[in-house]
Each structure stands twice: as structure tokens, then as C-alpha cells.
């Protein structure tokens, strides 16, 4: 199984919808967790953390099921500059705690 | 602008050659972790130097290893190149290197032929 998995993509979706992505982690111990945004051709940038309770950002909420071992990330009202990748990231004990990034999930946002 | 950079941006070189890649991270932060990334797939961790010490690795076999400055500023080493070894590699600064942002460069873009 690989450490962090995300839905496959990608995702076309019209202006103004809603989209959920969604990520697995394989190991329990894993306590740090957030969602990177990448643009095309460019490096990936932090987009939110993502707490045990929840946590919301705008139009960005994430969440977080330690139990299933999954994070989602949900996209109010999407916009043209929200296209991109969306990587989901979780930090690694086998790693020495580092942080294990999934393979991405790619977003367009149609007009 | 993330403050860290990369050199070279781009490179090309042929099987069995080795290469050196070099990152300067952002002032301040004094962890520098290296990411290879293919086409069409997340970053994959390789390794992450913390105080001039490697402080956790990847899966990635011992023709990659690296080196951090008193200054904080990285380099990654790969020999023996394999095509496979073509991607983009992006180097990352932190403050902590567990539970700090990452922050990243453009990448140094890698060409085995």
C-alpha cells in the first residue's frame, strides 16, 4: 500500500461548483497533515493544514477522520484560479517524521 | 517568491554521469529537505538535512546523498545516472522540518538521455 493515496483525477468542473477531494494515509502514527496546492509548471505551495476538529479557510475546508485514516478537501464555490494540482500531505515516522506527499489530484475549473 | 533557490534550472545529462544540484533555503530556516518529482506524480521524499546532518531518508538507494552548509544552503549528489533519474528536483526550507511549512524552489530540472 502506498503511504499517502488521493483520488486519481482529474476533475473538470464548471465555475461555482463544489468538489471534494479525498486522501487515505497508511500509518496510524502519522499526526501532521495538510494540503498543498501545485500550478502547473510551478512548486507546490501550502493551501491549508488540516486539524483534528476540522478546519476551514474561505472556500477550503478540510477534515480530517484519524480512525479511517482519511482527509478530504472541499472547494465552495470554485473559481477559474483554483485549477491546479491539489496534493494531500502527511508527515512520516518511517521518514523520520518528513513529510510523504500523495500523487496528486488535478483540478480544472471550466468557464 | 519563496526566498529559496535552486541551481541549475535545467540539465541535461547521459547514463552513468553524475550530477550536483544546489539549493539555498530561505534566511532563517535551517532544514533543506530534497523531493524528486516525475511527470504527472506527487514530489517523493528523498532525503532532509537538519544542522548539516541527514535527518531522515526516503526510498532512494545510497547514489543519492547530500550535503548541508554551515550556512544552511543544500546540495544533492546523484552518480551513477539512470534514465529513470530524470524529473524535477525541488528543494524545500523549513524552520523545524516536522511541523513547519515547506517552502519551496522552482526545482532543478533533470534530463538522463
Known amino acids: 500500500r502506498k503511504e499517502v493515496e488521493q483520488d486519481p483525477g482529474p476533475f473538470n468542473v464548471p465555475e461555482g461548483a463544489t468538489v471534494a477531494f479525498n486522501c487515505t494515509y497508511s500509518?496510524?502514527?502519522?499526526?501532521?497533515f495538510f494540503w498543498y496546492r501545485q500550478d502547473c509548471r510551478k512548486e507546490p505551495k501550502l493551501l491549508m493544514s488540516?486539524?483534528?476538529s476540522g478546519n476551514e479557510d474561505g472556500r477550503f475546508t478540510a477534515q480530517l477522520n484519524r480512525a479511517s485514516q482519511y482527509i478530504s478537501l472541499l472547494i465552495r464555490d470554485s473559481k477559474l484560479s483554483d485549477s491546479a494540482t491539489y496534493l494531500c500531505?502527511?508527515?512520516?515516522?518511517?521518514?523520520?517524521?518528513?513529510?510523504?506527499f500523495g500523487p496528486g489530484t488535478r483540478l480544472s475549473v471550466l468557464p | 517568491e519563496t526566498g529559496v533557490t535552486q541551481s541549475p534550472t535545467h540539465l541535461i545529462k547521459t547514463r552513468g554521469q553524475q550530477v550536483t544540484l544546489r539549493c539555498s533555503s530561505q534566511?532563517?530556516?535551517?532544514?533543506v529537505s530534497w523531493y524528486q518529482q516525475a511527470l504527472g506524480q506527487g514530489p517523493q521524499f528523498i532525503f532532509q538535512?537538519?544542522?548539516?546532518?541527514?535527518?531522515g531518508r526516503g526510498n532512494f538507494p545510497p547514489r543519492f546523498s547530500g550535503l548541508q552548509f554551515p550556512n544552511y544552503s543544500s546540495e544533492l549528489n546523484v552518480n551513477a545516472l539512470e534514465l529513470d533519474d530524470s524529473a524535477l528536483y525541488l528543494c524545500?526550507?523549513?524552520?523545524?522540518?516536522?511541523?513547519?511549512?515547506?517552502?519551496f524552489g522552482e526545482g532543478s530540472r533533470l534530463t538522463v538521455l
Open positions: 524545500a526550507s523549513s524552520l523545524t522540518g516536522f511541523t513547519g511549512e515547506l517552502f
Open positions: 500509518n496510524s502514527a502519522s499526526q501532521s
Open positions: 488540516v486539524y483534528s
Open positions: 500531505v502527511v508527515n512520516h515516522p518511517n521518514y523520520g517524521q518528513n513529510f510523504v
Open positions: 534566511s532563517g530556516h535551517n532544514t
Open positions: 538535512y537538519y544542522r548539516e546532518e541527514e535527518n
